[in-house]
């Protein structure tokens, strides 16, 4: 228990470290943007503040995941970090929409761009992005929340090197059209990861199945226990990442009713080492239930 409790503190200071990195990083870059006129600079460092917060929803997630269930939440918290994700995914798409039409207006009126800071800023920019995805690489191989954030760190490393080569083609070519649409190019790329983390948000909070569980595999291989006549009224859904509850009606043999502690355990065992289900609630039931379709009727 001490030894879960050490690297759950060290975490927390990986965490900590990285969001200090990115805000000064985001300050210094919008100040940058903003000085040498650049809108792909202003851009990233959008991008940059953002996963700021993303990583602030990682270390509030791991304090609540701390917290007891209570009679008022009896899952615990475990959707706070889900809502936050809505929140922010939502966010963010909304500032890149405003940033494609400013690129746009830039396309037809080209605004001047001091490449030099541009290129100095967005250096001092990918230093401290490679800094955060370092400090969380070691982390981001046992939890998903956590590797989700590396994820976004390391999107920004690439944004940031685009945004470099953006200021050296400025600066030996003079093609001041490079900034508006390395700001596109970037914002595709960002909204549509922004889409992704959004949909699988929403697809739980609407108790969405685990998309890596199949219902029918799990049919079958229930169905395969001796004893199980068939499993019916499956309810599947997760509660958080990688959260994943089951609750069924088994039709089992008459003789078994009594004494269907072995079963139940042969059921559960089953369902954690096949497709890591570890909140099973079960019905057990001898020809009861009218309706016996693997869903049931509402």
């Not at 809505?86 to 500032?95: C, H, K």
């Not at 009606?249 to 009713?257: A, K, T």
Request: charged share 20%; aromatic share 8%; glycine share 8%.
């Amino acid at each position: 228990m001490g030894h879960n409790h050490h690297n759950s503190g060290s975490t927390g200071k990986r965490l900590t470290a990285t969001i200090i990195l990115n805000f000064l990083t985001s300050a210094a870059e919008i100040i940058g943007g903003i000085l040498s006129g650049s809108l792909s600079l202003v851009s990233d460092a959008l991008h940059n503040l953002s996963d700021g917060f993303s990583v602030i929803i990682s270390y509030i997630a791991l304090k609540l995941k701390k917290k007891d269930n209570s009679l008022k939440h009896t899952f615990g918290l475990k959707r706070a970090e889900i809502l936050a994700a809505v929140i922010n995914a939502s966010t963010l798409i909304v500032i890149y929409l405003f940033l494609f039409y400013e690129a746009v207006k830039r396309f037809y009126s080209a605004q001047h761009i001091e490449p030099s800071l541009m290129i100095i800023v967005a250096s001092i920019g990918l230093a401290a992005n490679i800094a955060g995805t370092l400090l969380l690489k070691k982390d981001s191989k046992d939890s998903i929340n956590i590797r989700s954030s590396y994820f976004h760190l390391l999107s920004d490393s690439v944004a940031s090197a685009a945004v470099i080569l953006g200021g050296i083609a400025i600066s030996f070519w003079n093609i001041y059209w490079i900034d508006p649409l390395l700001t596109i190019l970037i914002g595709i790329y960002i909204v549509r990861e922004s889409f992704v983390i959004l949909s699988e948000a929403i697809h739980i909070l609407m108790e969405g199945a685990p998309v890596n569980i199949s219902i029918e595999d799990i049919q079958k291989e229930i169905e395969t226990i001796k004893g199980v006549n068939n499993i019916h009224h499956v309810h599947l859904w997760m509660v958080g990442e990688n959260d994943a509850h089951l609750e069924a009606h088994i039709d089992v043999e008459d003789r078994l009713i009594s004494g269907s502690g072995e079963l139940l355990e042969q059921i559960e065992t089953a369902l954690k080492d096949k497709f890591g289900i570890k909140h099973v609630t079960l019905q057990f039931e001898c020809n009861v239930c009218k309706e016996t379709g693997l869903l049931g009727m509402h």
